[in-house]
């Protein structure tokens, strides 16, 4: 997405502060958006696990104004954030209290854009599992995270997130894990989920982005 849209993204987080403003938009011209919304079709309903402020939310819903979705994030102070920013209050954002969600209350797509390498390696399975469990039996999981090639990129990348939960601490998480993707292909495995696509989104990016689109295994 770059910087397209840009404007339009200052405008629907006028509420937040300068400093929130700022981070929402450094997020919005830095990750690939326009990819990552591809994969979603228009219709039906979307979970977006590790919501933050809702960009995507709000990306999903500017370009699909008919889908239903929902957001969850571990940081409470974000998720109020989120409310407050959210021009379009048909959006569900759920806080710690609500997750995981209720059983029965399954989404045609879930996604979660750079959540995994923020957390411990050893829950990225059961992350997985609970989102698996709440994803439609057609339905498309999609993971956007940062991988350990081209290498120069990796060192950038590992370096600004280690400043953002180490140092800074805007985000909260464990220590950053950017992992080759092998390393994804066997913890989605473990997870029953099978990956119907993977690329490399990182072109005219500073950061090694890296794409899967998955299914759940049938039962």
């Not at 809702?54 to 999903?60: A, D, T």
């Not at 819903?61 to 969850?72: D, E, F, I, N, V």
Request: hydrophobic content about 40%; charged content about 20%; glycine content about 6%.
């Amino acid at each position: 997405m770059g910087f397209r849209g840009t404007s339009q993204t200052i405008s629907n987080f006028a509420s937040l502060s300068l400093v929130e403003r700022a981070f929402t938009l450094a997020r919005h011209i830095s990750c690939p958006w326009d990819s990552i919304l591809d994969q979603v079709n228009g219709e039906g309903s979307l979970l977006d696990i590790g919501c933050g402020h809702g960009l995507f939310l709000q990306l999903v819903k500017r370009k699909y104004p008919q889908m239903k979705c929902a957001g969850y994030d571990h940081d409470s102070r974000k998720i109020e954030l989120a409310r407050t920013a959210a021009l379009d209050k048909d959006i569900v954002f759920l806080d710690r209290e609500q997750w995981p969600p209720i059983d029965g209350m399954v989404f045609d797509y879930i996604s979660l854009v750079d959540v995994l390498y923020a957390i411990p390696l050893d829950q990225w399975v059961s992350l997985l599992t609970i989102a698996s469990k709440h994803l439609s039996s057609s339905g498309s999981l999609i993971i956007k995270e940062t991988v350990n090639f081209p290498n120069w990129k990796f060192h950038l990348c590992l370096f600004q997130e280690t400043m953002a939960v180490k140092v800074l601490k805007y985000t909260k998480g464990a220590a950053p894990h950017l992992m080759p993707v092998g390393f994804f292909e066997g913890v989605f495995a473990r997870a029953g989920l099978t990956i119907l696509e993977q690329k490399r989104l990182d072109s005219w990016y500073l950061w090694p982005h890296y794409l899967f689109i998955c299914k759940k295994n049938s039962q």
